[in-house]
Nanobody, 124 residues
Framework: QVQLVESGGGLVQAGGSLRLSCAAS????????MGWFRQAPGKEREFVAT????????YYADSVKGRFTISRDNAKNTVYLQMASLQPEDTAVYYC?????????????????WGQGTQVTVSS
């Protein structure tokens, strides 16, 4: 079992930055792809970013490309999402997830472990 706990969310003004962290426990996540998803009120959960097991490959949703950066520190069993140039449309609960395999994964279905989420609110 892998437990994931997100942190770093909060309220920020448009144009600001936040860094989310996802700390894993229970077992190492070093062989898993990791991803970030988000869900805004009244909307479906959507893919944000993913990183492969080693950190050598990443992939982003078009809506965040160039603004968000996903990274990982396998020694710390932690994944990060650095968010810059935040806009009100980025407001959502952000979830961290561990994939069933180690490669790039964009579908929520292919993630096995999920955190409880952290709220990010961007004011205009």
């Amino acid at each position: 079992q892998v437990q994931l706990v997100e942190s770093g969310g909060g309220l920020v003004q448009a144009g600001g930055s936040l860094r989310l962290s996802c700390a894993a426990s229970g077992r190492t996540i070093g062989t898993y792809a990791m991803g970030w998803f988000r869900q805004a009120p009244g909307k479906e959960r959507e893919f944000v970013a993913t990183i492969n097991w080693s950190g050598s490959s990443t992939y982003y949703a078009d809506s965040v490309k160039g603004r968000f950066t996903i990274s990982r520190d396998n020694a710390k069993n932690t994944v990060y999402l650095q968010m810059a140039s935040l806009q009100p449309e980025d407001t959502a609960v952000y979830y961290c997830a561990a994939g069933r395999t180690g490669g790039i994964i964009t579908r929520a279905y292919d993630y096995y472990y999920w955190g409880q989420g952290t709220q990010v609110t961007v004011s205009s």
